[in-house]
């Protein structure tokens, strides 16, 4: 497996515990590698945990938003929001 995949592993196993940093850089990583619709769930989830400056990353994601349809939008913003409540609470649990 290559070094970034596992650094990307590393970060969602981050995610699931809670943690909105890995989330962001999750994003970055997602953007940066080019993918589009895992990149807007990741960007959906981020924000759904707290994440801030995400500018640029909503940019890039905003270009795929624009070419899906409305109800895969809406289930990845509900997919995003069940997902980071499940995970911020499993984080606070941690603390």
């Known amino acids: 497996m290559g070094q970034l995949r596992k650094q990307a592993k590393a970060l969602s196993r981050q995610v699931r515990r809670g943690d909105v940093s890995a989330a962001r850089q999750l994003l970055s990583h997602s953007v940066r590698m080019g993918h589009r619709n895992l990149a807007v769930r990741r960007f959906f989830l981020a924000l759904a945990m707290g994440a801030r400056d995400v500018e640029d990353e909503a940019?890039?994601?905003?270009?795929?938003?624009?070419?899906?349809?409305?109800?895969t939008?809406?289930?990845?913003?509900?997919?995003?929001?069940?997902?980071?409540?499940?995970?911020?609470?499993?984080?606070?649990?941690?603390?």
């Open 59 to 71: 940019r890039y994601c905003a270009e795929i938003i624009s070419v899906l349809p409305d109800e």
């Open 73 to 95: 939008v809406r289930k990845m913003i509900a997919e995003a929001r069940c997902n980071a409540g499940v995970f911020t609470t499993r984080g606070n649990h941690d603390a």
